[in-house]
C-alpha cells in the first residue's frame, strides 16, 4: 500500500467523552513503552495503540494508562476500556507505521466478516451512480456482465449473506472484492467514497 505524501497535519485530539463514539476497534499496532521521539511530555512514556474504529473505519492512536497488556490484531471496545484511555488523537493513513500499514490489509478482511449484514445490504441496494455508472462496478472486478448478474439475481431475491452471493452470482471472495474497494478508498484519490469518510 501507498502513502501518498510525505508528513501530515496533526491529528485531531477528542475528550473522554468522545470515548463512546468510536465503539469497538482493532489495534494495529502497540508501543508499550510509547513512541515520541522527544519524551517531553509524560505521557509519552505510556504505552499506545494505533488502531481502526470497525464502523467507520477510521484511524486513532490511544494513549493509554501503564499497566494494560495489548496485543496487535486484537479487537477492542474503547467505550469499555473508560479511565484506561488519557488520550485519543485521530490520525491519518499517512500517519501509520510501516508495521500497522502492512497489517491493515488483513485487518480490513476482518472488519468485513465481522460486518457482514453491512456489505450485504450494500449488494442489495446499491444503486446507479450515473447513466454509465453503477455503485456496484465501483468494486475491483465488477463489469458490465457481472454487473447485470448481481442485478438479475437480487431482483429475484435479496442476498442473504457472502455465501448466498456467491452460490447464485458465481462471483468468489466477496470479502477481497470489499477490502479492496475499502483500501483503495483509504489511499484516497477515488471520486466516489462510498464506504469510508474524506477526513477533513
Do not use: C, W
Given at each position: 500500500m501507498k502513502r501518498q505524501g510525505e508528513g501530515s497535519k496533526k491529528?485531531?485530539?477528542?475528550?473522554?467523552?468522545?470515548?463512546?463514539?468510536?465503539?469497538?476497534?482493532?489495534v494495529l499496532d502497540y508501543y508499550p513503552q510509547g513512541k515520541s521521539l522527544s519524551r517531553k511530555s509524560a505521557e509519552a512514556?505510556?504505552?499506545?495503540?494505533?488502531?481502526?474504529?470497525?464502523?467507520?473505519?477510521?484511524?486513532?492512536?490511544?494513549?493509554?494508562?501503564?499497566?494494560?497488556?495489548?496485543?496487535v490484531s486484537e479487537s477492542l471496545n474503547v467505550s469499555e476500556l473508560k479511565s484506561t484511555?488519557?488520550?485519543?488523537?485521530?490520525?491519518?493513513f499517512n500517519e501509520l507505521s510501516d508495521s500497522a500499514v502492512d497489517i491493515l490489509p488483513e485487518m480490513i478482511k476482518?472488519?468485513?466478516?465481522?460486518?457482514?449484514?453491512?456489505?450485504?445490504?450494500?449488494?442489495?441496494?446499491?444503486?446507479?451512480?450515473?447513466?454509465?455508472?453503477?455503485?456496484?462496478?465501483?468494486?475491483?472486478?465488477?463489469?458490465?456482465?457481472?454487473l447485470w448478474q448481481i442485478i438479475e439475481a437480487r431482483r429475484k431475491?435479496?442476498?442473504e449473506g457472502f455465501i448466498d452471493?456467491?452460490?447464485r452470482t458465481g462471483i468468489s471472495d466477496p470479502i477481497g472484492l470489499f477490502s479492496n474497494r475499502i483500501l483503495q478508498e483509504i489511499e484516497?484519490?477515488?471520486?466516489?467514497?462510498i464506504f469510508i469518510k474524506k477526513q477533513k
Open positions: 491529528g485531531k485530539r477528542f475528550p473522554p467523552k468522545y470515548k463512546r463514539g468510536i465503539g469497538k476497534v482493532l512514556f505510556n504505552p499506545l495503540a494505533v488502531v481502526i474504529s470497525i464502523d467507520q473505519m477510521q484511524f486513532f492512536d490511544i494513549i493509554l494508562a501503564r499497566g494494560k497488556d495489548i496485543q484511555i488519557l488520550k485519543i488523537n485521530r490520525i491519518g476482518k472488519i468485513v466478516s465481522l460486518t457482514e449484514s453491512r456489505f450485504t445490504n450494500f449488494l442489495n441496494n446499491a444503486r446507479p451512480l450515473t447513466t454509465q455508472m453503477h455503485q456496484l462496478q465501483l468494486l475491483p472486478g465488477i463489469g458490465n456482465k457481472r431475491k435479496p442476498f452471493f456467491t452460490d484516497g484519490g477515488e471520486k466516489y467514497q
